[in-house]
């Protein structure tokens, strides 16, 4: 399926989805705990359905009912009576792959679609291999599928890289607390996307768990035991970026509900890139809201997105209206993602008009004078279809757009809301 995407201004009022990355974590805190969790406002996208077959697959008993699910866990893991397919999502895979040395003597499989089957496992495998625990790629060459030996995680030192995807130190936290013994974690190299760090960190001390942060090394206790608890998933700013780049760009005024200001969430850094830009931003944080007021002209402005990858396709959107260069850097880890994401932003930007110098770890984009109409490809990635889908909101002719069914990942409603909102997005079978 394609969309097509021209001119439109946006103007109204959206709730926006709730966070991918808490349901996943809320999702496997509540199936390790000893007990029931109600768990209310769960983002319910193909990823985090891959989490909740997983979590089902070693035990824990879960019924959904709208967007809420109680879910009955155990502090023991069994061993899945068939393959972990964990689809499209990383976060899954990744932390299942952890979670897998913890059933009994027995091996686990866990694979997943095309694209994440290319998306790299060697540093995970690497660092489970140092705590004890027998784990390869089946093709030998660190990519899904992958094979886990069960019987359990010893525990003690252990290294791993920090400059590629946060989510093997996301997927040792949640393991370690279930360790022989204590485990410590020193993350060597730039770590990246810190803040999902923080995150994982944030559900694990809600659930019960203790984890020592000082900076770049982590200390686990062995043999923790998870605490049933009622969560509520708060709105996601990554999905939010993109309705807040949308009203930006389209000179519009957006207002966007459901958003929690006191957990943290990477993303949430685009209200700062949008005031530096100029965009006008009211932020109500007992509400729950930011309103975003779109200008004729962009600023200029450089930004490392180390910390937060995920904005890099919102943000590139924004050099459409811009009066002078944006630079993004810092997110050399982007490429590793559903897709290379800097090399297609830049081979798709480039069919707009916009001018785009590629870089090892991110992109400079200037604006066209004119946007010019232009047929896209999405790479089969959801948040690249976002980009370009926005994009095409300050054309004056249809742009097309592949990859409609991508949106199914992050942020299912995505067209519905932006057409909720004025904009002009027809589908096209």
């Not at 990744?94 to 979670?99: E, H, K, S």
Request: net charge negative; aromatic share 4%; with cysteine.
């Amino acid at each position: 399926m394609t969309l097509s995407s021209k001119k439109s201004i946006l103007k109204g009022a959206v709730r926006i989805p709730s966070s991918k990355s808490y349901t996943h974590r809320a999702l496997i805190a509540a199936s390790l705990s000893d007990g029931n969790s109600k768990l209310d406002n769960l983002l319910l996208s193909s990823d985090t359905l891959a989490t909740v077959d997983a979590c089902i697959a070693f035990g824990s008993q879960i019924k959904i009912t709208g967007n809420s699910a109680n879910v009955s866990g155990s502090s023991s893991i069994k061993l899945p009576q068939n393959i972990i397919n964990a689809n499209n999502s990383g976060t899954t895979i990744r932390i299942m792959t952890a979670l897998s040395s913890l059933c009994p003597d027995g091996y686990v499989v866990l694979t997943g679609d095309e694209s994440l089957r290319n998306r790299p496992m060697e540093p995970l495998l690497d660092a489970l291999n140092q705590l004890g625990v027998m784990c390869w790629s089946t093709r030998l060459n660190g990519t899904p599928p992958i094979i886990v030996k069960g019987g359990g995680l010893n525990g003690g030192s252990v290294e791993i890289p920090g400059n590629i995807s946060s989510q093997f130190i996301t997927a040792i936290l949640i393991a370690s607390t279930k360790s022989k013994r204590d485990v410590k974690l020193d993350v060597t190299g730039m770590l990246v996307s810190r803040p999902y760090i923080d995150s994982t960190i944030h559900i694990l001390d809600l659930f019960g768990c203790n984890v020592i942060s000082n900076n770049d090394q982590f200390i686990i206790p062995s043999n923790q035991n998870f605490t049933p608890t009622n969560f509520t998933v708060p709105g996601d700013f990554s999905s939010a970026s993109f309705i807040m780049a949308a009203a930006a760009i389209t000179n519009g005024t957006v207002k966007i509900e459901g958003l929690d200001f006191n957990m943290p969430q990477a993303d949430m850094r685009m209200i700062d890139i949008l005031l530096e830009l100029g965009v006008g931003v009211e932020i109500n944080k007992l509400e729950g809201s930011v309103t975003i007021n779109g200008v004729d002209s962009l600023g200029s402005g450089d930004f490392n997105l180390s910390d937060s990858p995920d904005l890099l396709p919102a943000v590139a959107t924004l050099a459409s209206k811009t009066s002078g260069e944006i630079s993004i850097h810092g997110v050399r880890h982007a490429r590793f993602k559903e897709t290379d994401r800097i090399s297609a932003l830049a081979n798709e930007f480039k069919k707009a008009g916009i001018i785009v110098v590629e870089s090892d770890d991110g992109l400079r984009l200037s604006p066209p004078s004119n946007l010019k109409p232009f047929k896209a490809d999405s790479h089969l990635d959801h948040r690249i279809f976002m980009a370009l889908s926005v994009l095409g909101l300050v054309s004056d002719s249809k742009c097309i757009i592949s990859g409609n069914e991508t949106i199914s990942v992050s942020y299912p409603s995505f067209i519905s809301d932006i057409q909720s909102l004025g904009g002009s997005f027809e589908v096209i079978n």
